[in-house]
């Protein structure tokens, strides 16, 4: 597990990743997290970079998760939609997402605030230690899913699921 540092010093940490970041998640039922992982993640990403964008790809929920996307569009312009016609799958909604994807620097994260939107901050800190193009974190409590991925620019793709099953370039 890599160490936590105070706000001031990730901040100064990071100066250097002012680029685009893309922060790509799928809805799926996901209403009543929306909102909350929309403030955590923007609270993250301003400590990184003021040139980001959080992309919702709707994979068809039958629940208000469209609605509530489309709220935060209306307050923020860096929030960026894509309502799939049905549900086509947790990796499709994800990897459709990554397609459409603008940034220098992906990062994907469920949106039920299951894992930490934090986890942006160990990331960028382990990407710039060891210079990865991918760097992704293994879920523990629930047998191994691979929870979340930090990817630079679009050179390399890795889809998620339980086990990394297909790395492209892009």
Same mark, same amino acid.
């Given at each position: 597990m890599?160490?936590? @540092?105070?706000d001031?010093?990730i901040t100064?940490e990071? !100066?250097?990743f002012a @680029? =685009?970041l893309? #922060?790509v998640?799928a809805?799926?039922?996901?209403?009543?997290?929306?909102? !909350?992982?929309?403030n955590r993640?923007?609270?993250? !990403? =301003?400590?990184?970079t003021?040139d980001?964008e959080i #992309?919702?790809?709707?994979d068809?929920?039958?629940d208000?998760s469209l609605d509530?996307?489309?709220s935060l569009y209306?307050?923020?312009?860096?929030v =960026?939609i894509i309502?799939?016609s049905?549900?086509?799958?947790?990796h499709k !909604? #994800?990897m459709?997402g990554v397609?459409m994807?603008?940034?220098?620097?992906i990062?994907?994260?469920?949106?039920d605030?299951?894992?930490?939107?934090?986890?942006l901050?160990?990331f *960028?800190?382990?990407?710039k230690a060891t210079?990865?193009d991918?760097v992704?974190?293994?879920?523990?409590?629930?047998?191994?899913?691979?929870?979340?991925a930090?990817v630079?620019?679009?050179?390399i793709?890795? *889809?998620?699921?339980?086990l990394?099953t297909h790395?492209?370039?892009?």
């Amino acid at each position: 597990m890599l160490s936590l @540092m105070s706000d001031a010093s990730i901040t100064k940490e990071h !100066a250097e990743f002012a @680029m =685009r970041l893309s #922060i790509v998640t799928a809805l799926y039922n996901s209403a009543p997290y929306v909102e !909350a992982f929309y403030n955590r993640m923007t609270a993250v !990403a =301003r400590k990184l970079t003021r040139d980001y964008e959080i #992309i919702f790809v709707n994979d068809g929920s039958p629940d208000e998760s469209l609605d509530r996307a489309v709220s935060l569009y209306k307050r923020d312009k860096r929030v =960026r939609i894509i309502d799939l016609s049905r549900n086509f799958g947790h990796h499709k !909604a #994800i990897m459709t997402g990554v397609s459409m994807a603008r940034g220098d620097l992906i990062f994907l994260l469920d949106s039920d605030l299951e894992e930490d939107p934090e986890l942006l901050l160990q990331f *960028s800190r382990e990407m710039k230690a060891t210079k990865s193009d991918v760097v992704y974190g293994v879920q523990q409590k629930h047998g191994g899913a691979i929870l979340s991925a930090w990817v630079r620019g679009h050179s390399i793709v890795c *889809s998620m699921s339980s086990l990394i099953t297909h790395c492209q370039r892009t």
